[in-house]
């Protein structure tokens, strides 16, 4: 009897002590950061450049900036997920919506060579820096489509959200590959230990897209092992009209959404009725 008591005391304080490790590392698990400078000339096909912002709380940040035509319809302001940087996406969003459309790809603080750390707080601060920037271009979120990447869909939902409640929609919202919260995500992947309650940045995205007042596109991959695809079910459920949700299969997961021509012709077709 001794021996089993010892036996499930040090399995409690094992378990303890992983939960503890978990919870105190849980942004370093989230947040994957290339801290590599961006370099348009050098990461960016011809006609980009970097444009900075200052966030509220201070932080000189670098973006990627490719102006469109004067007709090609609305610029479309992306935010990327959690792994690598910017720069990254480059070819991706190119490759989706050709040479005339304006971009923005976001960049985060402690990405791509910007200063601070990572947390939820501090990308929506890095978001609303950027929606700053288009205004003082002429450039009312009327004219600005979001895209948000898996853990960029909570950055740009709540950004969305925000901009609705003040009176100024965007023009359309697509989300690749979204969740419902993060705190669901981390929830269904450490299965084992109270996760959804402990998750600080919580991306609560069903809780903010009924605000939404915009056209909402939301993209999913069948086989997802990420952000499974029930996780963005969830949250075009709570998300009002108008909206469509394409389910992607072919074998498509997490990252390769985008080299499938179904997945293109639906980006092109949503932005290009806006």
Known sequence: MRLLLWLGLAAALAYLLLLGLVYSLQRSLIYLPDRSPLD???????????????????????????????????????FHGNGGHAGHRVE???????????????????????????????????ARSLLAWLEAEGLAPSEVALYGESLGSGVATALAAESAAAGRPFAGLILESPFDSLAAVAQHHYWYLPARPL???RFDSAARIGAVAAPLLVLHAEADRVVPLRFGERLFEAAAEPKRFLRIGEGARHNDLYHLPAFRRAVRAFVGEL
């Open 92 to 126: 991706k969003f190119e490759e989706m919506l050709g040479p005339e459309r304006g971009l923005l790809l976001a960049e985060y603080r402690g990405y791509g060579g910007n200063p601070g750390k990572p947390s939820e707080e501090g990308l929506l601060a890095d």
């Open 40 to 78: 348009a000339g050098r990461l960016a096909a011809p006609g980009w450049r970097t444009i900075e912002t200052r966030s509220d709380d201070g932080l000189e940040l670098r973006h990627l900036y490719r102006p469109g035509a004067a007709d090609a319809g609305p610029l479309l302001l992306a």
């Open 199 to 201: 998750v600080r940045d």
